[in-house]
């Protein structure tokens, strides 16, 4: 079947390995699942190597290039999951922003969003299936390619994340202009964030159709909120974005999909979260697993939560540290992850090391039930 056929066909081959899908749903594994959050990253050599000639976008926009970038990691590591390659500033490209990555710098909007009347600049309706249709294409021919190994989780930003960025103009440490836009003009933020949430819903809605058979949502900034801001400005549209995907899966007879929230450093919002209608809480290192397993009450499966920079041991103690994670979160409910993505500079051995050390020390623990 060529590749054009293969960008409409909906007939996928048959899932080999459930366990990342059993797991998010709460159900019992023969090992417990791991993937790593940019797992598709720059630590790869062939990665560097098929991206080295191309711009970041120009990539993003080549179904082809996602679809190759999502299973270098597959071909090397026996993770349980796949995640598309893609970029969450994707959305506010889609709603007539301009994103472009600067060498060195990363992500930086020319025009950034400075004052309310600037929202007129964005698109009050916008057609996701014409203006991302090509993260569409890369889902479903990835589905194909990946001939059911594991499943292929799809992603969006969160609202709030993505208003820092566009109000930012990139990355920030403080996002003090975002936040100052909170304090300053809650009705025009508000209005931003209800935007993108009507955005981000049709979106992960096309991304199931196209083949995703998991949702994760990146809330990469929560961080930078404070308890009640996050209550007003962030939680309320994770949970709309999660309730208005479910109804209309149910309501269009597509099959339901899990749905992962991962709030980075928004350990002040777990009891929250784990009522959010997602069936799995992403966590990062910075919360201890036996604390979030309370705190979460068992309403929710959890993912993650190795430090990131702990792929920087030797090997041996990489295994120490994935056994004691494993024994904080139990074997049930649970998806290994790191708490945050791959850097560049590991060394992927380590990678292997790390997914080694996930399925043999959880099979033992099982083992011993």
């Not at 020319?110 to 991302?132: A, G, H, I, S």
């Not at 992403?282 to 499966?301: F, H």
């Amino acid at each position: 079947m060529n590749k054009d056929k293969l960008y409409l066909a909906k007939e996928f081959p048959e899932l080999k390995n459930d366990t990342f899908l059993r797991a998010a749903c709460g159900e019992e594994t023969q090992h417990v699942p791991v993937w790593c959050m940019r797992q598709a990253g720059r630590y790869l050599p062939e990665f560097r190597e098929t991206r080295a000639t191309k711009d970041f976008f120009e990539t993003c926009r080549s179904p082809e290039t996602c679809c190759e970038l999502t299973l270098q990691p597959l071909r090397r590591f026996p993770f349980d999951a796949a995640i598309i390659f893609s970029d969450i500033l994707v959305v506010p490209q889609a709603m007539g922003m301009d994103v472009q990555m600067v060498p060195g710098k990363g992500p930086t909007f020319p025009e950034p969003l400075k004052e309310p009347d600037d929202l007129q600049r964005l698109k009050l309706k916008v057609d996701v299936t014409t203006e991302l249709d090509y993260v569409f294409k890369a889902i479903t021919l990835t589905r194909h390619k990946i001939e059911g190994k594991v499943p292929l989780i799809g992603f969006t930003g969160a609202p709030w994340t993505l208003m820092t960025y566009m109000i930012e103009g990139g990355g920030s440490t403080t996002h003090s202009k975002a936040k100052h836009w909170l304090y300053l003009y809650p009705e025009a933020s508000h209005k931003l964030l209800k935007q993108l949430t009507n955005v981000i819903v049709e979106y992960l809605l096309g991304q199931v159709e196209a083949g995703a058979q998991a949702l994760q949502v990146f809330e990469s900034h929560a961080g930078c909120l404070g308890p009640a801001e996050f209550k007003e400005f962030s939680l309320p549209y994770l949970r709309e974005i999660a309730r208005r995907v479910k109804d209309k899966l149910k309501g269009s007879g597509l099959d339901n999909v899990p749905m992962i929230v991962f709030a980075k450093d928004g350990h002040y919002a777990l009891e929250d979260l784990s009522e959010s209608h997602y069936e799995v809480v992403g966590l990062d290192w910075t919360i201890d697993p036996q604390s979030a397993r309370e705190r979460t009450g068992g309403k929710v499966s959890l993912q993650g939560n190795m430090d990131p920079c702990a792929l920087y041991a030797p090997k041996e103690r990489i295994g120490d540290i994935v056994k004691r994670m494993l024994e904080g979160f139990g074997t049930r409910g649970y998806i290994a992850n790191l708490g945050h993505g791959l850097y560049p500079d590991t060394n992927p051995e380590h990678v292997g090391a790390f997914v080694e050390a996930v399925h043999s020390h959880s099979q033992q623990l099982l083992k011993l039930k």
